[in-house]
């Protein structure tokens, strides 16, 4: 069985039930997902399931909850999202019949199944559930997240992960370490952006392209053309505006040299805009092979005097 972050790939009517398909649920002890309605001054989930409401005892609604090693935080933050559960049977609440659900015990199989299955290398659809200014924290199965730290976001350098990412952002990563004694996972995002071959493949000498400004140096300016390929702009602030650019800014760059040997892309800046821009920059193409594992991935062209190597 693969499991999926939670409300991943799942049309909304899906999340509606009749009883009967919750009964097969309950019978075959079979996942369902549904969103969350509220959480209430319990701190119970209550769910949205079409035929019935669901209520999930706090103790229920996250893994960790039980032995204290979770705050309470983890369910409030449920609501509003879709979230998986099992059904464990029904009660009777101010008249009516709600379902009992428990997020906890699916949370649980699909950690033990992925500290049991996943390794090092191993490409995996993940859901960015939120950002630190260190890292970017994905859920990778049914709520269970993984950690991707700043500098394996993508090759081009970043101030901030949410330069890279965004919150319900979908994407893939790469399992970098299962640290299975703390039922850890570390992930990774830059090695599935390309090579710098496949990346400079979209680039030739005397293009004008735009690109996003990352840093400001006094002697010019990182613009990244994709997220794992960026280049070194001369500035002449005299020549554009009596302003130097913002980092999270759009430029617009003359090619003038590509340097494969030295990994290194000479531009020109023509112009740029007075703030961040982002929109279609947070999405991605990815460089998955069929297997969806990676042993190791070569960044760097044959030719480079430098060796940029990831090996899992």
Not at 102 to 112: G, H, K, P, T
Not at 221 to 250: K, R, W, Y
Request: charged share 25%.
């Amino acid at each position: 069985m693969k499991y999926l972050p939670e409300g991943f790939g799942i049309s909304e009517n899906q999340y509606l039930y009749t009883f009967a398909s919750l009964e097969q649920a309950r019978v075959q002890r079979k996942m369902i997902e549904a969103r969350v309605l509220m959480c209430d001054s319990s701190h119970n989930l209550i769910v949205e399931l079409g035929c019935m409401k669901g209520i999930v005892p706090r103790v229920c609604a996250a893994y960790g909850i039980k032995d204290g090693s979770v705050r309470d935080i983890a369910i409030l933050s449920r609501t509003g999202k879709i979230c998986c559960f099992y059904v464990d049977g029904y009660e009777t609440r101010n008249g009516e019949r709600v379902a009992v659900l428990n997020r906890e015990s699916v949370m649980r199989d699909a950690l033990n199944y992925m500290i049991r299955n996943l390794r090092a290398g191993d490409v995996v659809d993940a859901k960015i559930t939120h950002i630190e200014r260190f890292g970017a924290f994905a859920d990778i199965g049914c709520g269970n997240v993984g950690l991707i730290n700043i500098e394996n976001c993508s090759v081009s350098r970043i101030a901030h992960p949410a330069d890279r990412f965004f919150c319900g952002q979908r994407i893939k990563a790469v399992i970098k370490e299962v640290d299975k004694s703390l039922c850890r996972f570390t992930l990774s995002h830059k090695e599935l952006l390309g090579t710098w071959d496949d990346n400079i493949s979209g680039f030739a000498v005397g293009q004008t392209v735009s690109g996003i400004v990352r840093s400001v140096m006094d002697y010019g300016v990182f613009v990244e053309l994709t997220p794992n390929l960026s280049g070194l702009a001369e500035l002449h602030t005299e020549d554009i505006c009596p302003m130097l650019p913002v980092p999270g800014a759009q430029a617009t760059v003359y090619i003038k040299s590509i340097i494969p040997e030295k990994m290194k892309i000479k531009l020109n800046m023509i112009d740029f805009t007075d703030g961040a821009v982002v929109g279609d920059r947070l999405k991605y193409r990815y460089y998955v092979p069929p297997c969806e594992h990676i042993d190791s991935f070569v960044y760097s062209p044959k030719c480079s005097e430098k060796s940029v190597v990831t090996v899992f």
